[in-house]
């Protein structure tokens, strides 16, 4: 759109004039606007807000879409009909700071290896990223124990006579010394006890 000014003026002189309203003119008002360059422009890039920098720690990129729209923003055409030389980039890098280290995740205890006396419990101990992935960063001098020592409730009730008479005749048969694998518990805990008891029979 060009635009000139129009005014009414009356002539005084040679070379002297006078403006006047614009209703003391008679004839018709020349246009004051009028469109040019009827051509249409060519298409533009338009790029739209940088997205949030992935992944939320350490080195990442940004991204954005970048259109090719009209002249007024009202159309969107084919990426082919802008100029590709002039694209504004769809992906910057981007940091957040540094990400958290990995760290040892500890599983719960299990059951201890002896019903009585003393043996071992176990749990699992393995390293995650922050993200949750198994990692194998983890400093081993941090490494909580996988493994550690128990004790079973022993059962303290009396032994029985008969209880005692088959574990000495347990150990006798095999010609070893009295051994906890080789008798019951009762007799295992209470050894002395089985002798004298055995002795009582004899």
Known sequence: ?????????RKIGPSEEETLDNANCLTHQPIEKEPCNNQSCPPQWVALDWSECTPKCGPGFKHR????????????????????????????????????????????????SAQCGLGQQMRTVQCFSYTGQASSECPETLRPPSMQQCEGKCDNTP????????????????????????????????????????HEWV
């Open 1 to 9: 759109m060009r635009s000139r000014t129009v005014l009414c003026i």
């Open 65 to 112: 879409i970048v259109l090719c729209k009209s002249s007024d923003l009202l159309k969107t055409f084919p990426v082919t009909q802008c100029q590709e030389e002039s694209k504004p980039p769809v992906r910057i890098r981007c940091s957040l700071g540094r990400c958290p280290p990995p760290r040892w995740v500890t599983g719960d205890w299990g059951q201890c």
């Open 159 to 198: 032994v029985s006579n008969t209880e005692a008479i088959s574990c000495h005749n347990s150990a006798a048969q095999t010609g070893l010394p009295l051994r906890c694998q080789l008798c019951c518990f009762h007799c295992c805990n209470h050894p002395y006890k089985a002798f004298a008891t055995i």
